[in-house]
């Protein structure tokens, strides 16, 4: 919603653009049958279709849609989602316009009871956190689609109607100004949103719960000389019964919610003036005297709710699609991102030949194992931002109230940012006994972590498109049976000679790890060997590296035999 | 004193406690909360602790 008087877009700091509908072959009897259908230009369909491009694949993007997200919407992308981003090519951009930070306040009545410190050293190429308005982290995205016309045909003024999907086949009827047309396709990403048309047309629902708990979020324009961090405020001045939260983003943009009282209606607390009257209240709480415009608002109501499938035949559903989460802990967005990415090589690798059925397989357990642990941690801190009893009420009015004299009840209010799943479980996730032998690192399924390099900037930098192995050693020397696992594996394979310092092996593969970082981070020793998945997730490891099991390793991370 | 509670331990026993307290109703609450305590003190085993606990709980209640 925007103040009376100015349209859905218009937009205090941000120009809207127009995409034009163009013609698509398809309307004058083409029956090309694409690779790839997108669903949805938002983010996540948007990310499917880059992660698709890097994989050499086509696709072709569907939105109803002739522009970006009419508000700022998801703002948080988090330090994997931007490791994510560079993969994709579009990390630069980000980085120029979203604001990084690492720390957080939270506040009970006018005194400050925690300090949120996100994990962060000179081995991260990227903040913890980031704050970006959707249309921008729209937008970006769309520019470097623009880049790769060859591989992405984004079609907008495109909206999908009707699916219907066999053992061969995904066709998708679209209405567009000019007329009706279905385009066919190998398979179909649904990354078209909470409301998703396709979820409806396939016949499948979402189940599970409406947690109580509404919030307004809105965005104002002012000069508020205050760094970004995340503030929360609980029985604040400005709330005295319930939370508040305020979050800096780029162009003088400062998002504040505040959750309504369970008595309050919904309806009357959306009203200009009333919203104008809170965020006055919270403004004068926060200290700022001076000017502010309102910029746009919109109401949220907290949901865990999720497909119990998330393939259906040659769909996956990614993102809200497949799901929607709880806003506290800055999951939608950045799972979404994971699920884009994870859909797309997937089915790069199917298109390709290179994985068969146990590789699609896969995406329900992973996906939805993700989903099922942001409900356990987003569930938890929806209890404590919006209490859903009498008991839970009480219970945080005790741990806030101790948090005042006591350090132990302190985390509580920790926000439980998200982070990256671990697919420990996942049926690609291989030889967990070699798992098992290590102390330390970066256990199986996990997230690859990044390290400095010196001069060759971060180990992330040097992954490739398909599976990466990183093999640790004194001299970066490379042994026979592993050098010629790449022409073995059909799948690609990129050889990392993570060195401890300059000897024999050369070439651009020898990492010098000249801090040790590498080594230490990754519990590595001489001889020790990562498989990374191209997702950067460590599909298994070994202390000392063994070329048979790396070779079956790569056949289990891609879903068994095709 | 014993070695205290991990963080993850204390979060479980908050969810516990809330659905105890919400399944008591409102007018047994404190009768609930007064038998935990009591359980609780016996468990700690440490006079010292428990009173000093007492102190810790009282303080702030007009916040």
Same mark, same amino acid.
């Given at each position: 919603?925007?103040?009376?008087?100015?349209?859905?877009?218009?937009?205090?700091?941000?120009?809207?653009?127009?995409?034009?509908?163009?013609?698509?072959?398809?309307?004058?009897?083409?029956?090309?049958?694409?690779?790839?259908?997108?669903?949805?230009?938002?983010?996540?369909?948007?990310?499917?279709?880059?992660?698709?491009?890097?994989?050499?694949?086509?696709?072709?993007?569907?939105?109803?849609?002739?522009?970006?997200?009419?508000?700022?919407?998801?703002?948080?992308?988090?330090?994997?989602?931007?490791?994510?981003?560079?993969?994709?090519?579009?990390?630069?951009?980000?980085?120029?316009?979203?604001?990084?930070?690492?720390?957080?306040?939270?506040?009970?009545?006018?005194?400050?009871?925690?300090?949120?410190?996100?994990?962060?050293?000179?081995?991260?190429?990227?903040?913890?956190?980031?704050?970006?308005?959707?249309?921008?982290?729209?937008?970006?995205?769309?520019?470097?689609?623009?880049?790769?016309?060859?591989?992405?045909?984004?079609?907008?003024?495109?909206?999908?109607?009707?699916?219907?999907?066999?053992?061969?086949?995904?066709?998708?009827?679209?209405?567009?100004?000019?007329?009706?047309?279905?385009?066919?396709?190998?398979?179909?990403?649904?990354?078209?949103?909470?409301?998703?048309?396709?979820?409806?047309?396939?016949?499948?629902?979402?189940?599970?719960?409406?947690?109580?708990?509404?919030?307004?979020?809105?965005?104002?324009?002012?000069?508020?000389?205050?760094?970004?961090?995340?503030?929360?405020?609980?029985?604040?001045?400005?709330?005295?019964?319930?939370?508040?939260?305020?979050?800096?983003?780029?162009?003088?943009?400062?998002?504040?919610?505040?959750?309504?009282?369970?008595?309050?209606?919904?309806?009357?607390?959306?009203?200009?003036?009333?919203?104008?009257?809170?965020?006055?209240?919270?403004?004068?709480?926060?200290?700022?005297?001076?000017?502010?415009?309102?910029?746009?608002?919109?109401?949220?109501?907290?949901?865990?709710?999720?497909?119990?499938?998330?393939?259906?035949?040659?769909?996956?559903?990614?993102?809200?699609?497949?799901?929607?989460?709880?806003?506290?802990?800055?999951?939608?967005?950045?799972?979404?991102?994971?699920?884009?990415?994870?859909?797309?090589?997937?089915?790069?690798?199917?298109?390709?030949?290179?994985?068969?059925?146990?590789?699609?397989?896969?995406?329900?357990?992973?996906?939805?194992?993700?989903?099922?642990?942001?409900?356990?941690?987003?569930?938890?801190?929806?209890?404590?931002?919006?209490?859903?009893?009498?008991?839970?009420?009480?219970?945080?009015?005790?741990?806030?109230?101790?948090?005042?004299?006591?350090?132990?009840?302190?985390?509580?209010?920790?926000?439980?940012?998200?982070?990256?799943?671990?697919?420990?479980?996942?049926?690609?996730?291989?030889?967990?006994?070699?798992?098992?032998?290590?102390?330390?690192?970066?256990?199986?399924?996990?997230?690859?972590?990044?390290?400095?390099?010196?001069?060759?900037?971060?180990?992330?930098?040097?992954?490739?498109?398909?599976?990466?192995?990183?093999?640790?050693?004194?001299?970066?020397?490379?042994?026979?049976?592993?050098?010629?696992?790449?022409?073995?594996?059909?799948?690609?394979?990129?050889?990392?000679?993570?060195?401890?310092?300059?000897?024999?092996?050369?070439?651009?593969?020898?990492?010098?790890?000249?801090?040790?970082?590498?080594?230490?981070?990754?519990?590595?020793?001489?001889?020790?060997?990562?498989?990374?998945?191209?997702?950067?997730?460590?599909?298994?490891?070994?202390?000392?590296?063994?070329?048979?099991?790396?070779?079956?390793?790569?056949?289990?991370?891609?879903?068994?035999?095709? | 004193?014993?070695?205290?509670?991990?963080?993850?331990?204390?979060?479980?026993?908050?969810?516990?406690?809330?659905?105890?307290?919400?399944?008591?109703?409102?007018?047994?609450?404190?009768?609930?909360? +007064?038998?935990?305590?009591?359980?609780?003190?016996?468990?700690?085993?440490?006079?010292?602790?428990?009173?000093? +606990?007492?102190?810790?709980?009282?303080?702030?209640?007009?916040?």
């Amino acid at each position: 919603m925007r103040p009376a008087g100015r349209g859905a877009l218009d937009s205090l700091y941000f120009r809207y653009p127009r995409f034009a509908f163009r013609r698509p072959p398809e309307l004058d009897g083409a029956a090309t049958r694409h690779p790839v259908i997108v669903a949805g230009a938002g983010p996540v369909g948007l990310a499917t279709a880059l992660e698709l491009a890097r994989q050499d694949t086509a696709c072709v993007v569907l939105d109803r849609k002739d522009t970006v997200s009419d508000g700022s919407r998801a703002i948080c992308i988090s330090r994997h989602s931007f490791e994510t981003l560079q993969q994709l090519g579009v990390a630069e951009r980000f980085e120029q316009k979203a604001l990084g930070w690492t720390h957080g306040r939270c506040h009970y009545r006018e005194h400050m009871i925690y300090r949120l410190t996100m994990p962060h050293s000179d081995d991260e190429r990227f903040f913890p956190m980031y704050n970006l308005q959707q249309q921008y982290i729209e937008q970006f995205l769309i520019g470097r689609a623009a880049e790769l016309p060859e591989l992405i045909d984004l079609r907008w003024q495109s909206e999908v109607v009707g699916v219907e999907c066999d053992d061969n086949q995904v066709a998708v009827a679209v209405a567009t100004p000019e007329g009706r047309y279905t385009l066919r396709g190998e398979y179909l990403v649904a990354a078209d949103g909470a409301a998703s048309t396709v979820r409806k047309a396939l016949g499948l629902k979402l189940a599970g719960e409406n947690l109580p708990g509404r919030y307004v979020i809105a965005d104002v324009q002012m000069q508020h000389d205050f760094p970004t961090e995340r503030r929360s405020f609980f029985e604040s001045a400005a709330n005295p019964h319930s939370t508040v939260l305020v979050h800096r983003q780029p162009d003088d943009i400062w998002r504040v919610d505040w959750q309504l009282e369970p008595d309050e209606d919904a309806e009357i607390a959306v009203e200009e003036d009333n919203v104008r009257r809170r965020v006055q209240a919270i403004l004068d709480m926060l200290g700022h005297t001076g000017p502010w415009e309102l910029e746009w608002w919109s109401i949220y109501t907290a949901n865990t709710l999720s497909l119990d499938d998330y393939r259906h035949g040659r769909v996956l559903f990614a993102g809200d699609a497949a799901r929607i989460v709880p806003i506290f802990g800055v999951r939608g967005l950045n799972n979404g991102f994971d699920d884009a990415v994870n859909a797309a090589w997937k089915l790069a690798c199917v298109l390709r030949g290179e994985a068969g059925e146990g590789l699609l397989a896969s995406f329900t357990p992973e996906r939805r194992g993700a989903t099922l642990d942001v409900f356990r941690n987003a569930g938890r801190s929806s209890r404590f931002m919006t209490p859903p009893s009498r008991g839970f009420a009480l219970l945080r009015k005790a741990v806030l109230q101790l948090s005042l004299t006591q350090e132990f009840t302190r985390r509580f209010a920790d926000p439980r940012q998200v982070v990256p799943y671990t697919y420990a479980d996942s049926p690609l996730t291989g030889f967990p006994g070699r798992d098992r032998e290590f102390a330390a690192g970066v256990a199986a399924g996990a997230a690859a972590v990044n390290c400095r390099l010196g001069a060759r900037g971060y180990l992330l930098d040097h992954l490739g498109r398909g599976f990466t192995g990183l093999y640790f050693s004194a001299d970066g020397e490379v042994p026979a049976a592993l050098a010629g696992l790449p022409g073995r594996i059909g799948a690609g394979l990129r050889l990392l000679a993570v060195a401890r310092g300059p000897g024999a092996g050369t070439g651009a593969h020898v990492l010098v790890d000249e801090q040790g970082a590498a080594f230490a981070r990754y519990g590595a020793g001489d001889g020790t060997f990562y498989l990374l998945r191209p997702d950067r997730h460590v599909a298994a490891r070994w202390l000392t590296a063994d070329a048979d099991e790396i070779a079956a390793a790569i056949a289990i991370a891609l879903g068994g035999p095709a | 004193m014993n070695d205290t509670l991990a963080f993850s331990d204390l979060e479980e026993f908050y969810d516990r406690l809330a659905a105890a307290m919400d399944a008591a109703g409102a007018e047994k609450e404190s009768l609930l909360l +007064a038998k935990l305590c009591m359980t609780l003190a016996h468990h700690v085993g440490d006079r010292a602790t428990v009173l000093r +606990a007492i102190g810790i709980a009282a303080a702030d209640l007009d916040t």
